[in-house]
C-alpha cells in the first residue's frame, strides 16, 4: 500500500477488516457474520479500534462536505482518545494500512502515523512500530506481530513475516521469514504461505518456547 492510496476502497477494505474476525466462510454483513462480529467485539476489544481507525480515513479521505467533515472529526477526536487511553492503543489514521487489519487484545501497542503496511497485518498487545533516523517500517502482506515485538527504524519485512513475542527488529528479514530474539534474527522460513484467516502467533509461540 502507499500513502496516497489511503481512504480508498475504504468499504470493501473495512469489510475485509471485519472478516479478519468472523472468518470467510460467513456472507460479509448477513446476520450471522453481524452476529459473530458482536461477539468478536467482546473478546477481541482491538476490533473497536480497527473500527475507530477505519472511520477516521473517511473522515481524513474520503468525506467532501466540510461542515460534515468537521463534525465528524470532533467524534472522530473523541473515539481515537477513547482508544488511546481506555484500550492503550494509539493507531493514527495517517497511517497506510491494506485490508484485513487485525488488533488482537490491546494494551500498549503504538504504530507510527506514517507507517506503511501490506494486507492481513496482526498485531498483538505491546506491539510497537516506531520511526528512528534511518526512516519507518515497512511492512508486506501478511506479516504477524507477536506479543511485546517491536519493529524500528527503516526496515522492510517482506510478506508473510512472522516476529516471535519479544523480538526487537532493527533490520530488514525476506519473505516468509520467522524472526525472533532481541536484536532480531533469523531462526527459519516458513514452509508454505498461511490462510488469511491465519495469524501464526501460535507457532511464534513454540519458536520461542524452543
Known amino acids: 500500500m502507499r500513502l ?12 475485509a477488516d471485519m472478516q479478519r474476525y468472523t472468518g470467510r466462510e460467513v456472507r460479509p454483513w448477513s446476520y450471522q457474520f453481524l452476529k459473530r462480529l458482536c461477539a468478536a467485539a467482546y473478546e477481541h476489544p482491538g476490533l473497536l479500534a480497527v473500527v475507530v481507525y477505519r472511520y477516521g480515513q473517511w473522515v481524513e479521505y474520503r468525506c467532501k462536505l466540510p461542515v ?28 497506510a494500512i491494506d485490508a484485513g487489519l487485525r488488533i488482537d487484545h490491546f494494551g500498549g501497542i503504538l504504530v507510527n502515523c506514517q507507517l506503511i503496511a501490506g494486507k492481513n497485518l496482526t498485531l498483538t ?6 520511526q528512528t533516523d ?6 508486506g502482506d501478511g506479516v504477524a506481530l507477536g506479543v511485546g515485538a517491536k519493529v ?3 526496515v522492510t519485512l517482506g510478506d508473510n513475516v ?19 530474539g532481541v536484536p532480531a ?5 516458513r514452509a508454505s504461505e498461511p490462510k488469511e484467516e491465519e495469524t501464526g502467533l501460535e507457532e511464534s509461540s513454540e519458536e520461542d518456547a524452543a
Not at 4 to 15: H, I, M, S
Not at 125 to 130: D, E, H, T
Not at 167 to 178: L, Q, W, Y
Not at 185 to 189: K, P
Open 4 to 15: 496516497e492510496d489511503r481512504g480508498k476502497n475504504l468499504w470493501a477494505t473495512f469489510t
Open 68 to 95: 460534515l467533515r468537521q463534525v465528524c472529526s470532533l467524534y472522530y477526536y473523541y473515539w481515537f482518545g477513547w482508544v488511546r487511553t481506555r484500550l492503550q492503543i494509539e493507531l493514527p489514521r495517517t497511517t
Open 125 to 130: 498487545q505491546g506491539v510497537l512500530i516506531g
Open 134 to 139: 534511518t526512516g519507518i517500517p515497512r511492512l
Open 152 to 154: 524500528i527504524g527503516g
Open 162 to 180: 512472522l516476529v516471535g513475542a519479544g523480538a526487537v527488529v532493527t533490520k530488514s528479514f525476506p519473505d516468509n521469514a520467522i524472526v525472533a
Open 185 to 189: 534474527r533469523l531462526l527459519r522460513f
